[in-house]
C-alpha cells in the first residue's frame, strides 16, 4: 500500500507532498511522493491528508471502561476503593473482554496504535484475546495485589505471580510480537516486599517482558511508604529492584532529588499523565526537569474513569499545557517536543524499537490525520495543528503492523455498534460493590 500526503517522520521531519510504502508489516519506504510513485507504481495508493506514526500510550487501564463518568469529583482513596476496585472486582470474563475491547476500540478510532495497559487481577487472558482481536499494539499484565486489597481482587503472593508466569508463556510476543507481557504490581501500598521482588524475578526470566506500576502519584502514597521504608516511593521501588530499562512507571510526581537522579541513572521511564493528574488533584509532575535529565518520558491516558476519554491527541494539548501553567513560561514544552514524547518516547518505554516514527526498515504503525475541518484551517504548522487544534476525532485511518484497522474514522476489526450496545446493556445504570 502506498500512503499519499503531508508526511510527519517524527518530531522534526515533515515531508509536504509525501509518501509512505508499506509492504506486510514494515515500511518499505519513506520519501517525496514524486520519487516513492516512481519506485512503487503498482502499489494500491491511498490519499490522507496527515500521515504520522501512531500515538504511543504508555499508561492505560483498558479494563476500566465500565466506570467512565461513574466516578467523577472525588479524590485518589475514594474513587479507588469506592468505584474502581469494586467494578474491577466484579468484572466477569465475559465482562472484561468487552470492557476492553470497548477501550481499544476508542484507543485505535483515536490514533494510539500502542499502549501499556496495566489491567486487574482477574481474566486477563480475556483481555489478550481482545487486543488480539481489535489489532492494538499492547504491553499488558495482569494487577497483582497481595495485601490492602478488597476482598475478590487480594490474592496470595505466589498465585500472583505464578499467574503472570502462566500469561507470559501462553501471550508474551503472540500475534507476531505485537501484545508483549508486563508484569505488573498495582502500587506500593497493595503489594509486598516479597511481590515486588517477585515482580523483577519474573520479569529477568523472559526477554522483553516489561516492569509497569504506578509510583509517586499522590502525597498519601509517598507518606504512607515513607512510614513503612523509611523512604520515597521511587526509592523503595529501586531497593527492590523495580527500576531499570525495562521498567515503566506511571505519573511520578512526588520525588526527591536522589529518586530523579535514580530514575536517570538506571533509565527507568516516566509516563506523564496530564488529564488525570489534573483530574484527581494529584499535582503535576516535573517533566521539564525529568527530560533535562535525560530522562525517558512518555504520555498516557490513564483509565477511562479519570480522563473520561482515551484520545491520545487531546492528551497532547493537556501535557503542554499543564506544564506551561506550572512553569508560567509558554516555551516551557513546545508542541514538537510533545508530538515526540507521544510517539518515539512512548515506543521506547514500551519496549519497541523501530516504532514510533516513520523510517524504511520499521513497523508500519501509522496514523492518518484529516485536516477538512474549521480546526484545520489555516494550517500554518504541522506539528501546531496536531498538538493544539487537533482531537483524535480527527484521526480517519489506523493502521497496526501493517494491518488497516481503522478507515475512514471506523474500526475496521470489531463490530463497534454491537461492542457499544452490549456495552450500555452490561454497564450503563449499574451499581458496583453492593
Ligand atoms: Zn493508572
Not at 476492553?100 to 494510539?112: K, N
Amino acid at each position: 500500500m502506498l500512503l499519499a500526503g503531508t508526511v510527519v517522520v517524527d518530531d522534526s521531519t515533515v515531508i509536504e507532498d509525501g509518501a509512505v510504502v508499506v509492504e506486510d508489516d514494515t515500511i518499505a519506504a519513506v520519501g517525496p511522493a514524486s520519487d516513492v510513485t516512481d519506485r512503487y507504481p503498482n502499489h494500491e495508493r491511498r490519499e490522507l491528508d496527515i500521515i504520522c506514526p501512531g500515538l504511543v500510550q504508555t499508561h492505560v487501564h483498558s479494563v476500566q471502561s465500565p466506570g467512565r463518568g461513574l466516578a467523577d469529583d472525588t479524590d485518589l482513596f475514594e474513587w479507588l476503593e469506592e468505584y474502581i476496585l469494586p467494578i474491577e472486582a466484579e468484572l466477569t470474563a465475559d465482562e472484561l473482554e468487552l470492557a476492553s475491547l470497548l477501550s481499544y476500540v476508542e484507543l485505535l478510532e483515536h490514533g494510539t496504535t500502542c499502549c501499556v495497559d496495566h489491567l486487574t487481577v482477574h481474566h486477563s487472558e480475556r483481555a489478550f484475546e481482545a487486543a488480539g482481536k481489535a489489532g492494538i499494539r499492547d504491553v499488558l499484565g495482569k494487577a497483582l495485589m497481595d495485601r490492602n486489597a478488597p476482598d475478590g481482587l487480594e490474592e496470595p503472593t505466589k498465585v500472583g505471580l505464578a499467574e503472570s508466569r502462566d500469561l507470559i508463556e501462553t501471550y508474551h510476543r503472540s500475534h507476531d510480537d505485537r501484545l508483549r507481557y508486563a508484569v505488573t504490581p498495582r502500587f506500593t501500598p497493595t503489594c509486598s516486599e516479597a511481590c515486588l521482588r517477585g515482580t523483577r524475578e519474573v520479569a529477568d526470566d523472559y526477554d522483553g517482558v516489561r516492569i509497569h506500576t504506578h509510583a509517586s502519584e499522590h502525597e498519601s502514597v509517598v507518606d504512607d511508604v515513607t512510614d513503612e521504608r523509611g523512604m520515597g516511593d521511587i526509592e523503595w521501588l529501586h531497593e527492590v529492584g523495580l527500576t531499570g530499562e525495562d521498567v515503566v512507571l506511571a505519573h511520578v510526581i512526588l520525588t526527591n532529588e536522589r529518586e530523579r537522579k535514580l530514575l536517570a541513572e538506571t533509565g527507568t521511564h516516566v509516563t506523564y499523565c496530564p488529564s488525570s493528574n489534573m483530574k484527581i488533584g494529584a499535582g503535576v509532575a516535573p517533566i521539564v526537569d525529568y527530560l533535562d535529565r535525560g530522562i525517558n518520558v512518555a504520555v498516557g491516558n490513564d483509565g477511562t474513569p479519570v480522563n473520561n476519554t482515551l484520545d491520545p491527541v487531546s492528551e497532547m494539548r493537556q501535557a503542554t499545557l499543564l506544564q506551561t501553567i506550572d512553569q508560567r513560561d509558554p516555551e516551557t514544552l513546545p508542541a514538537r517536543i510533545v508530538f515526540g514524547m507521544a510517539t518515539r518516547n512512548g515506543a521506547r518505554a514500551a519496549g519497541y524499537d523501530r516504532v514510533g516514527e516513520l523510517r524504511a526498515g520499521w513497523k508500519a504503525d501509522i496514523v492518518g490525520i484529516r485536516t477538512d475541518t474549521s480546526r484545520a484551517v489555516p494550517l500554518h504548522d504541522v506539528y501546531s495543528y496536531l498538538v493544539y487544534s487537533a482531537t483524535g476525532s480527527d484521526v480517519a485511518f489506523t493502521m497496526v503492523d501493517g494491518q488497516v484497522v481503522v478507515s475512514e474514522g471506523s474500526i475496521q476489526t470489531v463490530d463497534a455498534e454491537r461492542v457499544y450496545q452490549r456495552a450500555r446493556e452490561r454497564f450503563e445504570g449499574r451499581t458496583w460493590g453492593e
